[in-house]
């Protein structure tokens, strides 16, 4: 949506100046568009370098299409962003890269003013509808000095070069006004020996993968575009005081626990449900006969028929989530013991984090 609050505070992507009631700069006369569901406000010169997401097949399974409610890893990340951040109401927050716009439904309980941004428009249906959400490039943000009382960035940064997060973090820290807080979800290069468990569940997750037993294509696209700046956590610190930032509180997460319901059990489920759906679906395009192959060079993009038959396995997943059932409850139990990893972990060094950056 586009609310009166969001074009109040929107500005030039370009010059910083106000735009007037036709989303016309003051100052330099830039017109800007609203699709009615949201803004695009991406500056004129767009930057060289650009995240990957922007291609529709990172999106071919349409995870982004329907929101339901946290769970399994999703809800470890946003008990932390409740449990760190806060929203409260009252403040003005932002979602820097907020992919579908999930993380804003699922704190819209907390009363604070929330805003979306991302460089990409895959928004959910419920987001577009609900939230305030704009297209915009996290290195240029449209809005004046101090806007934002707190922001959140999931997942986000370790697609970043080193000068794109430098870029980012300097502009999140502008929009944020003094004392203002910014929580963020991602990870260094530095592991703790611990993360060797969480290798092998991936080195046997590949197994299962060339066995057929999971498809692990989409996870390979996505993470392809990972560039992951951060060194260890020393270089998190200086990076983040060279933004104008110091680490207010930090956590540890090691998914050992949920490495393995994620990236085995689920996957697993996933694989059968998509195959059982081909052979009972009639209207989803028929499998190849041929297999889909095993060589490391493959394409890893989701073909027709394997995207389609994802796509039909996620909406009657979702329809089940939704109404609450048994599927729903077995994935919030799952979900609890997934915390293991932050009660027997969360101390130790390691490469994905929690972090609550405060504006110096």
Known sequence: MISDRL????????????????LVCRHCGRRYEGSGDYLDMRPRQMFEEQTKYLDEALHADARHERVSPPLLGSRIRNDMLRAF??????????????????ALLWNRDRGATMVGIDIAPFFSRDAR???????????????????????????????????????????????????GSLFVYT????????????RWINKFAGVLDRWGLVDLRQEHLRKSDHLNPLRDIPHLEAVADAAGF??????????????????????????????????????????????????PSRDIRLDEH??????????????????????????????????????LFGRITSGPFFALLVKK
């Open 306 to 343: 394997d995207a389609a038959a994802v796509r039909a396995v996620r909406a009657k997943a979702k329809t089940r989530i939704a109404a609450g059932g048994p599927t729903y409850l077995a994935l919030r139990a799952l979900s609890f013991v997934m915390k293991l990893d932050l009660l």
């Open 129 to 179: 509808r609900e939230m305030d959400l704009m297209l915009g490039d996290l290195r240029t943000l449209p809005f004046a000095d101090g806007t934002f009382d707190k922001a959140w960035s999931l997942d986000v940064l370790e697609h970043l070069s080193p000068e794109a997060l430098a870029g980012m973090l300097a502009e999140a820290a502008r929009v944020l006004k003094p004392g």
């Open 85 to 102: 951040l806060a929203p409260e109401p009252g403040e003005l927050v932002a979602d820097l890269g907020c992919g579908s716009g999930r």
């Open 246 to 295: 110091r680490i207010g509180r930090i956590r540890f997460y090691t998914p050992i626990v949920g490495g393995f319901v994620e990236n085995i059990l689920v996957r697993v489920a996933e694989r059968a449900l998509a195959r059982r759906a081909r052979s009972r679906d009639p209207q989803l395009p028929a499998a190849p006969t041929s297999g889909r192959g095993v060589s």
């Open 7 to 22: 074009l109040s505070i929107v500005r030039c992507a370009d010059c910083r100046a106000e735009l007037d009631a036709g």
């Open 187 to 198: 990870h260094v290069r530095k592991n703790a020996p611990i993360a060797a468990g969480l």
